[in-house]
């Protein structure tokens, strides 16, 4: 960069997404292996709770309940399920 341009924040509405980039983020949340903050700051979202409102929109679990949607689970949901009650158990 050169000494006149300066790091200028962008604000963005939900609007600016595709489909497919709110899809990819909610994937990657559900995968397990990056957080709502993380997968934020990787695609440059405004805020955490546009994450999580994509996750309740689109994404396979009520997380407010801690309950699966009506939705079918992927395999890689449910080892998560039950890596999370396995450490559970452990405690």
Not at 18 to 29: D, G, N, Q, R, T
Not at 41 to 53: A, F, L, M
Not at 82 to 87: D, I, Q, R, S
Request: hydrophobic residues 35%; positive net charge.
């Amino acid at each position: 960069m050169e000494e006149g341009e300066k790091n200028v924040y962008l604000k963005r509405s939900q609007k600016d997404y595709s489909m497919s980039i709110k899809l990819a983020v909610v994937k990657e949340v559900e995968s397990g292996f990056i957080s709502v903050t993380g997968v934020a700051r990787k695609y440059g979202i405004q805020s955490r709770s546009t994450v999580v409102n994509w996750l309740r929109k689109y994404g396979a679990f009520d997380l407010e309940n801690k309950i699966p949607s009506n939705m079918p689970k992927t395999n890689n949901q449910r080892i998560m399920e039950l890596e999370a009650k396995v450490k559970l158990i452990e405690k």
